[in-house]
């Protein structure tokens, strides 16, 4: 089961990317721009993720995935690390959502970023 600090590592590695403290909590950004963060005491993650996507995600798995109150309007969904299986899942994860924020310039360099499957 994959925790905080596989989440640090496995977004760190992706290019460009820095962790900010910011709201009293672990941020990852990518050229500037945030892709994660670990709120809820490091035991869950919130990720970029598109509004559609998100409530098919929510529906799929609740006990996975779930929308904070105060982000219902925006494109982020929270990820309860427990149930994730391992850390190719997370990877993906954390990959999808980079991609999301990262700018053309990196997506062009690594078209392929964070796919565990291949």
């Known amino acids: ?18 962790e900010k403290t910011a709201w009293s909590m672990p941020t ?5 721009k945030m892709f994660a963060t670990l709120p809820e005491k490091e035991t869950s993650m919130a990720v ?12 799929a798995e609740p006990g996975k995935f779930w929308v904070a109150d105060h982000e219902a309007f925006s494109a982020w969904v929270r990820v309860r690390l427990s149930a994730l299986e391992d850390d190719g899942e997370l ?28």
């Not at 509004?51 to 529906?59: N, Q, S």
């Not at 994860?93 to 964070?114: F, K, N, T, V, Y």
């Open 91 to 118: 990877t993906d994860i954390l990959a999808d959502s980079w991609r999301q924020a990262a700018p053309h310039r990196l997506l062009e360099a690594h078209p392929g970023l964070g796919l565990a499957s291949q």
């Open 28 to 32: 990852f950004r990518v050229a500037g």
């Open 1 to 18: 089961m994959p925790d905080a600090d596989d989440v640090r590592r496995i977004a760190l590695s992706f290019p460009d990317t820095t």
């Open 48 to 59: 970029r993720c598109p509004k559609a996507e998100r409530d098919e995600l929510v529906l």
